[in-house]
């Protein structure tokens, strides 16, 4: 199989650069072209959508702490007993604190 490279470049659009215009770099995530480390980070996250909760979570006098096993509780993440018997089947599901029910985030919390 040949490449006719004429054919290829004579349907190639013409681009002829102007001499008389210095060059300039331009950032073309950000509005105004000029790069910043916190355009960069921006063009590459995706953003997500504003959940009611935040402000409850994440307020200015937070013990990090608890912020993060709030979070983490509200998402439905907890290691509990229910959780961990999907890595480890052996492992005991029952409650600790009744001894009745199996130990998941809706018997904990709700």
């Not at 300039?24 to 960069?40: D, E, I, Q």
Request: charged fraction near 15%; charge should be positive.
């Amino acid at each position: 199989m040949s490449i006719d490279l004429f054919e290829i470049r004579s349907r190639m659009p013409s681009y002829n650069p102007n001499s008389n215009v210095n060059d300039r770099a331009r950032w073309l995530p950000f509005s105004n072209g000029t790069y910043s480390a916190s355009s960069a980070l921006a063009s590459l996250r995706t953003p997500h959508p504003f959940v009611p909760w935040f402000k409850l979570v994440w307020f200015p006098q937070n013990i990090p702490r608890m912020s993060f096993i709030l979070w983490v509780a509200i998402r439905g993440r907890l290691p509990t007993r229910n959780r961990i018997h999907k890595y480890d089947p052996m492992a005991v599901t029952t409650c600790v604190l009744c001894n009745t029910y199996p130990e998941s985030h809706a018997h904990l919390f709700f």
